[in-house]
């Protein structure tokens, strides 16, 4: 279950994607990571792992109870950084999401969803979108003093009309993303 990006903050990311890429030494830049491209750019709310055709129409109906009292919501992409925190090597480089009370009940609510079908479990929400899977025995071989400091403030803001069951299809060339349903946020925004 995820929230699509648009096309502008798809653009956006990508430019900062190749500032992070060129602050690597230059024969590592493209080595050291498995960078996301930016058609595959996404915020994860719950990942279920494999769902099979019969739980499909059971999932269906249960994000549309969850979400159908959700408002569309702001979100702050608010920095970029080296994930999780404080884990060396890194896993990712990802964007944070700025902390916000309607994506925490989306979340909280979307965990209804986990009764209807098997699902991944042991992976907590963490507000981010990754940019890149950071691959560690290539990190490794960087020099420590050659490793640069991710940690960029930045201030990306879009509204999020909808919620998306998605299929990943792994491929050679990385994960292959469809939609299967859309969900409209249209609750009423309360104040």
């Known amino acids: 279950l995820a929230i699509?990006?648009?096309?502008?903050?798809?653009?956006?990311?990508?430019?900062l994607q190749q500032e992070i890429k060129n602050s690597f030494p230059m024969e590592a830049a493209d080595a050291v990571a498995k960078w996301v491209i930016p058609a595959n750019l996404h915020l994860t709310l719950l990942f279920l792992g494999e769902v099979g055709d019969k739980e499909m129409p059971f999932l269906i109906k249960a994000v549309e109870t969850?979400?159908?009292?959700?408002?569309?919501?702001?979100l702050h992409l608010n920095k970029i950084c080296y994930g999780p925190t404080k884990k060396i090597p890194p896993q990712f480089i990802w964007v944070k999401i700025a902390p916000?009370?309607?994506?925490?009940?989306?979340c909280k609510e979307l965990g209804s969803v986990r009764n209807?079908?098997?699902?991944?479990?042991?992976?907590?929400?963490?507000?981010?979108?990754?940019?890149?899977?950071?691959?560690e025995w290539v990190w490794k071989k960087i020099d420590?003093?050659?490793?640069?400091?991710?940690?960029?403030?930045?201030?990306?803001?879009?509204t999020a009309r909808h919620i998306e069951i998605m299929q990943s299809q792994l491929k050679r060339i990385g994960p292959e993303y469809t939609i299967l349903q859309s969900f409209?946020?249209?609750?009423l925004v309360r104040p």
């Open 144 to 158: 420590p003093e050659e490793q640069p400091e991710i940690a960029q403030e930045i201030d990306l803001k879009f």
């Open 116 to 135: 209807q079908v098997p699902y991944n479990a042991g992976r907590a929400f963490v507000g981010h979108i990754t940019l890149a899977r950071v691959k």
């Open 184 to 187: 409209p946020l249209k609750g």
């Open 66 to 74: 969850a979400v159908k009292n959700i408002p569309p919501i702001v």
């Open 4 to 15: 699509n990006l648009p096309q502008t903050i798809k653009k956006g990311l990508a430019d």
């Open 100 to 106: 916000n009370q309607i994506l925490q009940k989306i």
